[in-house]
């Protein structure tokens, strides 16, 4: 009863989560895998591999190409900026001066024409 099954001319081992009788023949189990089955998997394991690989390094190669241009728009825009900074110091400078030598002028004008 534990695992054979009784018949009136032979007794064939029987698998209890398989009701057919055993025929003798051993089906291959994952575990046992044939060495060819085996490279096979290892060479596409490492085609997989391969091609992630190649896949990573174009992408951190545009990525490096895209920052690459976002500095030399950046540095670009800086130049620019401090082109403005520069003519507005020197526009304020020269208003300062202006109004300098108005109010100058006015305290000049305003004292003599008070003495007269």
């Not at 394991?45 to 920052?67: G, H, I, P, T």
Request: with cysteine.
């Amino acid at each position: 009863m534990g695992g054979m099954q009784a018949g009136p001319s032979t007794c064939v081992p029987m698998r209890l989560d398989n009701p057919q009788p055993s025929t003798g023949v051993v089906a291959h189990r994952k575990r046992g895998r044939a060495p060819a089955d085996k490279e096979h998997k290892r060479l596409k394991r490492l085609l997989r591999n391969r091609v992630s690989a190649q896949q990573a390094r174009e992408r951190k190669k545009a990525y490096l190409n895209d920052l690459e241009t976002r500095v030399k728009e950046i540095e670009h825009k800086n130049s620019e900026l401090e082109e403005r900074l520069s003519t507005l110091q020197n526009e304020n400078h020269m208003l300062r001066q202006i109004l300098k030598n108005t109010t100058m002028k006015k305290k000049g004008s305003g004292n003599s024409g008070a003495e007269t």
